[in-house]
């Protein structure tokens, strides 16, 4: 097994499985402790985003050939700002219109533009909990942490309250809570990283 990762090369070729184990498991935690994020693996070929460390363990005796791709966490943290500012107005202005639906009767389409809209909320959740989880990791204070840990805080509670109106059918509650809860988190949201972010 041939391991690259960083411009560097490790032949775990003629040592046991055990070793592989062992050497591998020293990089990640190498990689962890600079600072270096995997973003993905490619084994034999095959480039996996997450669930590579089980199938590295799976088949590391079959396993020749393992490239580590990885980005240096402020790095991330910068393109994930970046993606933040330009994705969060356009969020913004889609609850905004989406929550009005809910005032009357809503049709499939409707309701599919619903389901695309959490899915763009779930995202930013992700992106917020890995620059959060990114800036906790650094020393010092940085002024962004708090409101994306505000953020972070609240909304599951707000997502779990819509759950709770949907069942009950209150579509009246879930514009209500969609227009002035969540849009409200997302624009201070965006308000934090605007002044944080260059433009």
């Known amino acids: 097994m041939i391991v690259k990762f960083m411009g560097q090369t490790s032949d775990l070729t003629n040592v046991s499985v055990e070793e592989r ?48 791709h990885t980005i240096h966490g402020d790095v991330l943290v910068q ?6 500012r330009d994705y969060l107005p356009r ?28 899915e763009g909320i779930g995202w930013v959740d992700q992106a917020v909990q890995i620059v959060l989880t990114q800036l906790n990791r650094s020393p010092g204070a940085d002024l962004l942490a708090e409101p994306l ?31 002035y809860e969540i849009g409200e988190l997302i624009q201070r949201l965006e308000q934090s990283i605007l002044a944080r972010v260059n433009i």
């Open 91 to 118: 969020v913004a202005r889609a609850i905004e219109s989406i929550s009005d639906l809910f005032y009357g009767e809503m049709s499939t389409d409707d309701w599919s533009l619903f389901s695309q809209l959490l």
């Open 149 to 179: 840990a505000v953020f972070n805080h609240r909304l599951p509670q707000l997502l779990s309250d819509i759950e709770g109106a949907l069942e009950r059918k209150e579509y009246v509650e879930v514009a209500d809570l969609m227009k």
């Open 21 to 68: 184990e062992r050497e591998l498991n020293r990089i990640f935690k190498s990689l962890y402790t600079d600072n270096n994020i995997v973003q993905e693996v490619t084994i034999d070929g095959v480039t996996y985003r997450e669930d590579y460390d089980s199938v590295l363990k799976q088949r590391l005796s079959q396993i020749q050939n393992v490239v580590i």
């Open 79 to 84: 393109e994930m700002l970046q993606e933040l």
